[in-house]
T-cell receptor
Framework: KQEVTQIPAALSVPEGENLVLNCSFT??????LQWFRQDPGKGLTSLLL?????REQTSGRLNASLDKSSGRSTLYIAASQPGDSATYLC????????????FGTGTRLTVIP | EAGVAQSPRYKIIEKRQSVAFWCNPI?????LYWYQQILGQGPKLLIQ????????DSQLPKDRFSAERLKGVDSTLKIQPAKLEDSAVYLC???????????FGPGTRLTVT
């Protein structure tokens, strides 16, 4: 069974700082890994998807990297803004079995103006 | 392109009552997922459909939960009878068979009193 861990559970940074969110998973035989954003009381918004054959994906100020062999992914946010405040979840699917996502418990980010 | 639609957005019921949630996936998406997200945790898969067939329902408490996707499009998730521990956000997601990226609806927040 895949176990996904996210550290830290919560993070507060001043506006403008660059930051890194960490995700680790126990089973390296993943098919893909997604990073999501969740605002309070809302659903999940997909930020980046990395296929198992890829090392990283970029979208605007966001960069996600994947190291399958060590079971780790990071989400880098450059020049943070107050609008980035949300909970960030990482999730992965396995190569075998159904395409369901195994989620971490998330990192709650607060960007202070 | 319209996103994943869910209704109702909020529901409050007493324990032992029944409740049903509805989901309409993105047009053309063959795969539909129901996830349960308890406060402070990551979402957990309840059931996955491909077209109108069940792919994975190993985490669905079948003594009280049921789900169907009769025509391979809309889906309903039912809880009968509800327990206090069923209080959670119920998220519906869909994906195409082409790239498996999952798109989430806004969720239904269920409170069982």
């Amino acid at each position: 069974k895949q176990e996904v861990t996210q550290i830290p559970a919560a993070l507060s940074v001043p506006e403008g700082e660059n930051l890194v969110l960490n995700c680790s998973f126990t089973d390296s035989a993943i098919y893909n890994l997604q990073w999501f954003r969740q605002d309070p009381g809302k659903g999940l918004t997909s930020l980046l998807l990395i296929q198992s054959s890829q090392r990283e994906q970029t979208s605007g100020r966001l960069n996600a990297s994947l190291d399958k062999s060590s079971g780790r992914s990071t989400l880098y946010i450059a020049a943070s803004q107050p609008g980035d405040s949300a909970t960030y979840l990482c999730a992965c699917t396995l190569q075998t079995g159904a395409n369901n996502l195994f989620f971490g418990t998330g990192t709650r980010l607060t960007v202070i103006p | 392109e319209a996103g994943v639609a869910q209704s109702p957005r909020y529901k409050i019921i007493e324990k032992r009552q029944s409740v049903a949630f509805w989901c309409n996936p993105i047009s053309g998406h063959a795969t539909l997922y129901w996830y349960q997200q308890i406060l402070g945790q990551g979402p957990k898969l309840l059931i996955q459909f491909q077209n109108n067939g069940v792919v994975d329902d190993s985490q669905l408490p079948k003594d009280r939960f049921s789900a169907e996707r009769l025509k391979g499009v809309d889906s309903t998730l039912k809880i009968q009878p509800a327990k206090l521990e069923d209080s959670a956000v119920y998220l519906c997601a869909s994906s195409s068979l082409r790239n498996y990226e999952q798109y989430f609806g806004p969720g239904t927040r269920l409170t069982v009193t």
